[in-house]
């Protein structure tokens, strides 16, 4: 399946959307990266991606509906980054569902949301931890993309590292104990789905492993 639509990728300037952006636009698609931080831009274009600048915190639905227009997908890459439960929320789940909305909006066909291994209403954070805003934040989102009309996939990578990867992981039961997930194996299984409709409706929850992605994503 080829994509022959342009994609836009939310949260343009993390190391995992870097990624995506050179894999995708080395096999030709048009992509383009939403970044807050003009001063950002030339590294998306050094990753083969037109830049777009938008505070996605701040837009409504109707001003993120101008973002993501004439796009086949959107791939939700965006993260508030920790540290301030109010900026969490803000951005991990009232962005991203104001995004998802967008989409429907403007008739987006596919949603990729980079969510995390674990992710859902049965986080199993426990209120005083850090990292309880995000588990909530994230399980809202990912709960109204299910609901959404969006051909949508949700991939929960296990802890993100920047070692070498990308063209194995592992699923199920094969997963590292660890949960150890390569960025650049995170890249390689967002442009993997967006051209494979297997895929679509499906939560696929990964580490680094020693299964070719391709053959990985065939596995329910």
Known sequence: MSIDRPVTIIGGHGKV????ARILSDAGAEVRSVIRNPDHADDIRAAGATPVVADVEKLDVEGL???VRDSGSVVWSAGAGG???DRTYAVDRDAAIRSMDASVAEG???YVMVSYDGAGPDHGVSEDNAFFPYAEAKAAADAHLRESDL???I?????LTDEPGGETIALGADKREDRATSRDAVAEVIAAVLRRPDTVRRTIEFS???????EALTRD
């Open 17 to 20: 959307a870097l990624r995506a």
């Open 65 to 67: 509906r101008e973002v």
């Open 83 to 85: 540290g301030n439960p």
């Open 108 to 110: 987006v066909e596919r």
């Open 151 to 153: 051909q949508w996939t």
């Open 155 to 159: 991939l929960g990578p296990g802890a």
């Open 208 to 214: 680094d492993g020693d299964t070719p992605i391709g």
